[in-house]
T-cell receptor, first 117, second 110 residues
């Protein structure tokens, strides 16, 4: 149980294009989903917290107009990187917290490697 | 500001050579401390959650302990398949925000 999937696992795009990453909780309902970014040999940095049906809360320094987050249902959240540039190349990881059970358990997706040329 | 520091950055062990990974933290209002394992190119895999000083949890060759200032992940008789990056994270605040350390890269030689 507690499986989180991400799609795509890897994406390469040209500078200036937009990329959408999906995060799904496969066998549980997630009231809250989190989006992280991880640069090589660095830790996971929280970008935003997304609650179903409401606007995402962004961490300081993260541009909300560049990283659009939609949490339309209890099993799906999407992150859209708009007008991507090479400096946006990174490993993007989502996590989901179950609507029931232990409130502070987060289950992570496998990550999406974004490369912007 | 919440801070999590993991040491050492990298650790190389011989198979069977037990050791400990350290995670020290400075936070206001700890709700929980998490240990994750991350393999290259993959998302973190949950290992343990510790909630209060003195708590210990075990899983196979791994044992996690918690004090008021730090946590240790003890690895007993490690095997090559234990090679990975081990991440420590603390949860604070009402929104369950996790603050991660930089991780410890463990390599176990056969």
């Amino acid at each position: 149980g507690a499986v989180v999937s991400q799609h795509p696992s890897r994406v390469i795009c040209k500078s200036g294009t937009s990329v959408k990453i999906e995060c799904r909780s496969l066998d549980f309902q997630a009231t809250t989903m989190f989006w992280y970014r991880q640069f090589p040999k660095q830790s996971l940095m929280l970008m935003a917290t997304s609650n179903e049906g409401s606007k995402a809360t962004y961490e300081q320094g993260v541009e909300k107009d560049k990283f659009l987050i939609n949490h339309a249902s209890l099993t799906l959240s999407t992150l859209t990187v708009t007008s991507a540039h090479p400096e946006d190349s990174s490993f993007y990881i989502c996590s989901a917290r179950a609507a029931s059970g232990k409130l502070n358990e987060q289950f992570f997706g496998p990550g999406t490697r974004l490369t912007v040329l | 500001e919440d801070q999590v520091t993991q040491s050492p950055e990298a650790l190389r062990l011989q198979e069977g050579e037990s050791s400990s990974l350290n995670c020290s933290y400075t936070v206001s209002g700890l709700r929980g401390l998490f240990w994750y394992r991350q393999d290259p190119g993959k998302g973190p895999e949950f290992l343990f959650t510790l909630y209060s000083a003195g708590e210990e949890k075990e899983k196979e060759r791994l044992k996690a302990t918690l004090t008021k200032k730090e946590s240790f992940l003890h690895i007993t008789a490690p095997k090559p398949e234990d090679s990975a990056t081990y991440l420590c994270a603390v949860e604070t605040g009402a929104n369950s925000k996790l603050t991660f350390g930089k991780g410890i890269t463990l390599s176990v030689r056969p």
